[in-house]
């Protein structure tokens, strides 16, 4: 019903729409014939009320618009289920913005992890190779990197993403099925170590990594990974 309202705002505007309805709410030929500018204004004007009405908005304005009376009647059909469906909105809306807040938090515990400043960040050095260049190959690394950071960045952003999202949707969806917080918080370090431990473990044992770095690499990821999920576990938890 609001692709209805969208595209009935967009006959409106582009002058695209009939006389559609008529008294008695029934189509007739004859009433296929007009096509005015005023008629385009109503409709308008109605398909932006009906939207309102989905939106929450109760108090709609009384029109003598055929139209509009129409469109409002259809559309105060459904406010009658808003009680039922702005639950689920709200509630994926939540979702979604913790999201997307937990995927910020991920970035910065990452940037954090791997920085230089920290034992994390020189190991990820020493594994990449990088602790073996000169500070001259170093800068030019650095410097032929920096215009690849923000791409880098934004996919990185992505992945996170996925992973908050899972992270959320496992936490909120277990309080509200009755489940404790303790439970909630297990879910998603129960996949952390069935699925994520694993995986990178696998890509260690297999990849190019000196075999005197491996299990500290394997500890430094997968702790890396553990402490984003607890993070946003327990933002999920406070907002749930």
Known sequence: ?????????????????KKWFTSGSCLSESSLKVR??????????ASLLSISILLGETEVPATRNVVGGFLIHCFSLIHNYSDI?????????????????????AAVIGTFWYSQMTPMGRLH???????ALSP???????????????????????????TAFAVVFMVQMS?????????????????????????????????????????????????????TIICVSILAVIFA
């Open 125 to 131: 050095m020493k594994v990449l190779g990088f602790d």
């Open 1 to 17: 019903m609001t692709f209805l309202s969208i595209v009935l705002v967009i006959l409106g505007m582009t002058g695209a729409e």
């Open 36 to 45: 005015t500018p005023k008629m385009r204004i109503r409709i308008a004007e």
């Open 175 to 227: 309080l509200q099925n009755g489940l404790s917080v303790g439970m909630a918080l297990a879910f998603p370090i129960f996949n952390w170590f069935c699925f994520i431990v694993p995986t990178i473990g696998s890509s260690i044992l297999w990849g190019n990594i000196d075999r005197s770095l491996a299990w500290k690499k394997f500890f430094s990821d997968i702790l890396s990974i553990l402490v």
């Open 85 to 105: 469906l702005n639950p689920y909105y709200k509630y994926m809306i939540t979702i979604f913005i913790l999201s997307l807040v937990g995927a910020i938090i």
């Open 136 to 162: 001259e190959e170093q800068q030019k690394k650095i410097a032929e990197a920096k215009p690849k950071m923000p791409k880098i960045y934004s996919a990185q952003i992505l992945l996170s993403f996925i």
